[in-house]
Each structure stands twice: as C-alpha cells, then as structure tokens.
C-alpha cells in the first residue's frame, strides 16, 4: 500500500484552489477543497487529512477562526497562503499555531517545497522519527516512510483509517490507547457515538493482520480501555 498524504485546502476562489489542487494531485496527493472557514473545520475533523493549506480571506468567517478550531484539538500542519503580506498578519496566524505563512501568489516549486516540509514537521509532531522508520514486531512490519504494512513480508491492503489506527498504535507500541484517544486521533473530537465505527475497523484489522483473529498476535485488547500494541521488537545486534 502507498497511500500519499491527504491535503486540505481551504479557499474560497475557485481558480487559486483548483490551481493547487492540480498541482498537488500531479505529485500524487490526493487533495479535498473547502470554499469557507465553517467546512474547513468541519472537514479538518472528519477527515483528519495530513496537512491544511488555508487561505485567510473567507467569506463567513477569517480564516484565523480555523487555525484556532483546529489548534484546539490537533497539532496537524496548517500552511497560510494568504495575500496579507504584513508581518503582524504572519505573527498573528504563527501564534496561534499556524506551521509557516506564503504570501500569495505562489508558484508551483515554492508550494511543493513548503508542502513537503510541513509535511515533514507533521510526521515528527506525531512522533515520526524519520519519514523512513520501520516498526517491527514479530512478523508484523510497518513502514512509515511507505505508509506500507506486512505480515510475513506480505503485503497487507489496509483502508487510510485501518492504516491509521494502525500507525497510531504502532507509534504508542506497548502503551494502552484509550477509545476516546484512537478515536480522537483518526475522526477528530467532533464525532459522536464512533466507538462502535472503531470496533468495525479494528475487527477489519485484525482479519488481515492477525493469524487468529481470536486470539491476536499483534493488537490485543484491553477490555472497557482502548487498545495496545505489542512492544516493538529490539533492533538487532551488531
Ligand atoms: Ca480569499
């Protein structure tokens, strides 16, 4: 599985928008595109994409408002394209946790590289240590570089939220994760009633990971908790 990172872009007019969502998708991004602040924030949280680029100039709200919604449950990279070119613009949007501001216009290379950075700042935020660490336990492998999982050295074909509760598991190996924090993680805080959805994916899961679904290898259960990952392997000697 290569699955490529998920990019929101917030933007109001339909030529900026199209323009770098064409450019995106050509370097295999898949992009999603929101024309006010309100389904910004509503889609930040259900899709829980990789990065948000955001414009600032929005008809119902400032785009501000999304930096804020956003910063109050997810540290997901937000990039500012915005035409306001003052510095007390800039501060005021990296203040409240905006990752890096472009002034508008932008042209394809100088987006592409600010892309790939914030992306690169996201991955270490979620405590990715490099865009090509391997986690390894048993005989179940997950690469992160990749966004690629194997059993045996099989191939397994997981969905974006299977890979990500997987990857989130994996990242925490050893520790319990509560429900309310898996889920938080994947759908965002605004989803209600989804422990049932998590179930789902994780009964999914383990049919294509574990040998024995029953008894599971690799993600067990901690009853009423969440979820744990089996600890990671140590790296071999020498
Ligand atoms: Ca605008």
Same mark, same amino acid.
């Given at each position: 599985m290569t699955t490529k990172e998920t990019i929101l872009i917030v933007e109001d007019e339909e030529n900026i928008s199209d323009f770098i969502a064409t450019s995106?998708? %050509? #370097?295999? &991004?898949?992009?999603?595109?929101? =024309?006010?602040?309100?389904?910004?924030?509503?889609? %930040?949280? +259900? !899709?829980?994409? *990789?990065?948000i680029l955001l414009d600032l100039g929005l008809p119902d709200q400032d785009g501000l408002e999304v930096i804020r919604s956003v910063r109050s449950w997810s540290l997901l990279p937000i990039v500012v394209i915005s035409a306001r070119s003052q510095e007390k613009d800039k501060v005021e949007a990296l203040d409240l946790g905006a990752d890096d501001y472009v002034t508008k216009?932008?042209?394809?290379? *100088? !987006?592409?590289? =600010?892309?790939?950075? %914030? !992306?690169?700042?996201?991955?270490?935020? %979620?405590?990715? =240590? +490099?865009?090509?660490?391997v986690?390894?336990?048993?005989?179940?492998? !997950? $690469?992160? @570089?990749?966004? #690629?999982?194997?059993? $045996?050295? /099989? *191939?397994?074909h997981l969905t974006q939220v299977e890979y990500k509760i997987v990857a989130f598991l994996a990242r925490?190996? @050893? =520790?319990?994760?509560? &429900? $309310?924090?898996?889920?938080?993680h994947v759908?965002?805080? &605004?989803?209600? $009633? /989804? /422990?049932?959805i998590l179930r789902v994916n994780m009964a999914n899961i383990r049919r294509k990971l574990e040998k024995n679904p029953a008894e599971p290898a690799y993600i067990f259960t901690e009853i009423g908790v969440g979820y744990r990952m089996a600890e990671e392997d140590s790296p071999p000697e020498g």
């Open positions: 995106l998708r %050509a #370097q295999g &991004y898949r992009t999603v595109c929101a =024309r006010t602040a309100a389904e910004g924030i509503t889609l %930040a949280s +259900s !899709l829980c994409p *990789e990065l216009p932008v042209g394809v290379s *100088e !987006l592409s590289a =600010r892309v790939r950075t %914030a !992306l690169r700042h996201g991955m270490l935020a %979620a405590g990715v =240590r +490099s865009a090509s660490e986690f390894r336990t048993g005989g179940l492998t !997950l $690469d992160f @570089g990749r966004r #690629q999982v194997k059993t $045996d050295g /099989n *191939e397994v925490n190996a @050893g =520790r319990v994760m509560t &429900y $309310d924090a898996i889920i938080s759908w965002g805080p &605004y989803m209600d $009633d /989804n /422990n049932r």
